[in-house]
């Protein structure tokens, strides 16, 4: 499994020989550093691969960490379960293990909207606007009593509440540029996250 760390950046359009234009988001991936391999055979029981990624100054950080990553300061620290491979503590993994037309799995952390009402977390239309409805455009109406579920509001009722700062996975999505000098690809459609928030790619 091929896998690395990125920073979202802006999105862009990506045109082919036949002038058909791709919508993709542009990324800023890695260079990350092997930390720590995983045998199923130690301690652990189980393959994986951390990895480390971006600078911290070393003052924020605990002893722990910071024995952990031999006096280097990371900002974050990932697992990734698979098998390591030709993967060694320190090696470094870059964008050009990706090359165009992989298709991969990206996870990152939606939008967070704070505490959303009915109508734009769930798409609800509001009362009517007329008739002496005073206060009710965008209330959600019944929620239950009168006999349903027993007169109870019924599990999954669909109210106001947090909106988004979710872990989003979407999968299939195809890289369509690499830029092996600067890092950057290009990865087809929207990912989720605010600008510069961290995302996971992978591939099988």
């Known amino acids: 499994m091929k896998f690395i760390l990125a920073r979202k950046g802006r999105m862009t359009q990506v045109f082919n020989e036949a002038g058909e234009v791709f919508a993709g988001t542009l990324v800023t991936a890695g260079p990350v550093v092997v930390t720590q391999v995983k045998d199923e055979k130690g301690a652990d029981g189980y393959s994986a691969v951390q990895v480390a990624f971006g600078e911290q100054k070393v003052q924020r950080l605990g002893k722990a960490v910071l024995g952990h990553t031999k006096g280097v300061g990371y900002k974050v620290l990932k697992e990734f379960r698979t098998e390591a491979g030709d993967l060694a503590v320190g090696s470094q993994i870059t964008a050009d293990t990706f090359a165009e037309g992989d298709v991969v799995t990206v996870t990152s952390t939606s ?23 005073k206060h ?16 109870r509001v019924a599990k999954g009722m669909r109210m106001g509440g947090r909106m988004g700062n979710d872990r989003v996975t979407i999968k299939n999505l195809k890289v369509l540029k690499v830029d092996a000098a600067t890092g950057q690809m290009i990865i087809s ?13 992978t591939s099988m």
Request: hydrophobic share 25%.
């Open 189 to 201: 459609g929207a990912i989720p996250g605010a600008p510069g928030a961290l995302v996971e790619i």
């Open 111 to 133: 939008k967070g909207h704070g505490f959303a009402g009915v109508v734009k977390r769930h798409g609800f239309h509001g009362g009517r606007r007329s008739h002496g409805q």
């Open 136 to 151: 009710s455009e965008r209330e959600p109406g019944s929620i239950g009593g009168g006999g349903r579920a027993g007169g």
